[in-house]
């Protein structure tokens, strides 16, 4: 991997530290008795299957979901374009709501909630079902239709779950947009999807202030003309402006509607939803799912991952405005008719042990977060975790970026009190479920490995000619085969698609990812190759934190780039050239930092900006990045370099190439 280096070289040393350690944790029997693929052999059995004929094995995963319509062809592949169970109708809430109503899953809790606070609530399936279906109703009382866009601006309350399932029961498409991104990108994406409506709520707790939501969907629609309705959740009680005839009080809108709400029958094709991520170019992608194939492969990962059985407690920490969320809070576990916990707020408000409290309380079984969270709790240190009882625990999780070897060791050992598996998921927006992961029955696991595919993932590891790196070398992670949760097109741009996602490695879907397989087929994912970064396991893009900053009336040009990050895997470097005369100080540093909060949230927010009299570039005028990613890396404190960089010496010392 030399002309895409992984540019981030924390994991390789976890990687070589892994080494030293060298240990495979086998599932115990106790464990591996009880669940649905128990065994290597089982493991392998189906993994044999799905090679074999793995169109066949996915219907056989899509006929678990209720369909109005059976489908007239599995898979039909244009490439790069997929159609999964062509021809069939479903209706995604109604697999994850009125299928469970007919035993005695009707009043099973669906939805446990915490806000931040401390309230509490709990959904059975047959209060959930009745709430999307009033408020299905509501959507179409306020003129919404099939086939419509709707943003979705919520803090982490049932309703966002509500929301979403209510826009699938009557086959709208929605857009959620995370809470945490700012007015600006809101907009972005609100104009993007061309949404005619809006959800949202007055405010959401977090770090025991409230997030100003409808004050930043205010801000966006000034820009936004096709939004005609926005529905406002009252949550904290603040007090926000209501336009008339545009915004309707949620409590308000659905008073008098009906609760009798018959799912749409859509196609398996029908959009379900669009979420945006971060690519290697500044805009945002539209990335669309749809029906049919998404719930399949949400379903399916879900159960035979996590595990899930019928008196579990399932807490995924992700809020809905990421995929993980939309997969793992409530596509997937609903449709197997899990419980799920869901909270609201901040890991360490208001003390460093609110995870661990809820777990106890709530009696968490299977639980699933981030490595950024667990690196933040291994720093907090262990006493808040030995405070409570988590005996309730048998399943852990991590997903959104490479986990380093000694802090799963720390989570195996502190959260799983040695006895529990761990599940580490690689998988992407893109991808719409799970894609590597160890089966916790059947997966022995290494520390820092997603271990294998899952049976019907054709995922491998090749060089930038489709053709498979030796064992134990790096290369790209690409899929070769389609697969029902894919992505079927970038929203409104299928050229995007096709470059973004098939153009690079000869008949693949390319990941972004770089990786290597072991000598015993173990996947290691070494971070992405691609100006792509994975900041507190979310990504962002270079460019887009730069188009921000040369936003700024007084930067000529700006470089970004990722540097390793003890606590948030990356950190975010901007190498900025201002324009003649201005002076480089702190206060520059202040407002280019709150330009980049501004326009795309405080989660972009650069960690270190270092000015340059000019950026080192190659011949044809590229940005040397790699150089910038070097000199990143060296950085040793976290406070910012006023003084100028002179990358005139450092440059001649590098040999000029174009990248
Ligand atoms: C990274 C999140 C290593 C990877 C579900 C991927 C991981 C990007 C893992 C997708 C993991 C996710 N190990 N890296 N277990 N899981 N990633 O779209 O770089 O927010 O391409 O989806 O996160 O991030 P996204």
Redesign the pocket.
């Known amino acids: 991997m030399t002309e895409h280096s992984a540019g981030n070289g924390r994991e390789n040393t976890n990687i070589e530290s892994l080494l030293k350690e060298g240990r495979v944790f086998k599932p115990s029997a106790a464990f591996s008795k009880g669940t649905e693929v128990g065994s290597p052999a089982a493991w392998e059995k189906l993994r044999a299957q799905a090679s074999k004929s793995p169109v066949k094995f996915w219907e056989a995963r899509a006929k678990e979901l209720r369909w109005e319509k059976p489908w007239k062809k599995a898979l039909d592949w244009k490439f790069p374009f997929a159609k999964w169970f062509v021809g069939g109708k479903l209706n995604a809430s109604a697999n994850c709501l009125d299928r469970h109503l007919e035993g005695p899953r009707a009043n099973k809790a669906a939805i446990i909630w915490e806000g931040e606070p401390g309230e509490q609530r709990t959904l059975t399936y047959r209060q959930l079902h009745r709430e999307v279906c009033v408020f299905a109703n509501t959507l179409k009382k306020l003129g919404i239709r099939s086939g419509d866009r709707v943003a979705i601006y919520m803090p982490m309350v049932p309703e966002a779950a509500v929301a979403m399932l209510a826009c699938a029961r009557i086959g709208a498409t929605h857009s959620v947009v995370f809470g945490g991104f700012s007015a600006e990108a809101l907009r972005d994406r609100i104009q993007d999807a061309q949404a005619k409506a809006v959800i949202t709520a007055d405010g959401g707790w977090r770090k025991g202030a409230i997030v100003p939501l409808k004050a930043a969907v205010d801000d966006a629609l000034a820009q936004c003309p096709g939004v005609e309705t926005v529905v406002v959740l009252r949550r904290c009680g603040s007090v926000v402006s209501m336009k008339e005839g545009r915004d309707h009080w949620w409590q308000d809108a659905l008073r008098g509607v009906g609760a009798d709400c018959p799912p749409a029958a859509l196609d398996a094709e029908h959009p379900l939803f669009i979420l945006y991520?971060s690519g290697s170019t500044g805009k945002p992608k539209g990335v669309l799912h749809t029906t049919g194939g998404y719930l399949t492969h949400a379903a399916y990962s879900a159960r035979l991952v996590f595990d899930l059985k019928e008196n579990d407690v399932f807490w995924c920490t992700a809020d809905i405005g990421?995929?993980?969320g939309h997969s793992y809070v409530v596509y997937g576990p609903l449709a197997n008719g899990a419980t799920v916990l869901m909270y609201e707020g901040a890991p360490m408000t208001p003390a460093p042990d609110r995870f661990w409290d809820l777990i106890e309380r709530h009696r968490v079984t299977v639980f699933y977060t981030a490595p950024t969270a667990i690196r933040a709790f291994v720093r907090l240190g262990a006493e808040h975790v030995r405070k409570h009882d988590l005996s309730s625990l048998r399943l852990l999780g991590?997903?959104?970026?490479?986990?380093n070897p000694e802090a799963w060791l720390w989570y195996r050992k502190e959260v799983g009190g040695d006895r529990c598996p761990i599940v580490?998921?690689?998988?992407?927006?893109?991808t719409g479920g799970i894609m590597i992961s160890p089966l916790p029955g059947a997966t022995g696991t290494k520390p820092g490995s997603?271990t294998k595919p899952l049976p019907g993932i054709d995922a491998a590891v090749v060089d930038k000619d489709g053709k498979p790196v030796p064992k134990g070398s790096g290369g790209l992670l690409v899929v070769r085969r389609p697969w029902p949760g894919m992505l079927r097109t970038v929203y409104g741009d299928p050229e995007r698609y096709r470059a973004q996602y098939f153009s690079q490695i000869p008949g693949c879907y390319f990941?972004?990812?770089g990786a290597r397989v072991d000598k015993d087929g173990y996947f290691w994912?070494l971070?992405?190759v691609d100006d792509v970064i994975?900041v507190a396991?979310?990504?962002l893009s270079t460019m887009e934190i730069e188009s921000a900053l040369v936003g700024h009336p007084r930067v000529a040009e700006a470089a970004v780039v990722g540097h390793p990050d003890e606590l948030k895997g990356q950190g975010i470097t901007a190498f900025v050239t201002l324009q003649t005369g201005v002076a480089a100080g702190p206060e520059m540093v202040d407002a280019l930092k709150g330009a980049v909060a501004k326009a795309i949230g405080s989660i972009a927010r650069p960690d270190v900006i270092r000015f340059a009299d000019a950026l080192p570039k190659t011949r044809s005028g590229k940005i040397m990045r790699r150089l910038l990613r070097d000199v990143a890396a060296g950085v040793k404190t976290s406070g910012d370099t006023t003084t100028l960089e002179d990358f005139a010496a450092l440059a001649k010392l590098q040999p000029v190439q174009d990248e």
């Open positions: 991520t990421w995929v993980t991590t997903v959104g970026e490479p986990i580490d998921t690689w998988w992407q927006t893109e997603a990941t972004g990812d994912i971070g992405r994975n396991g979310h990504r």
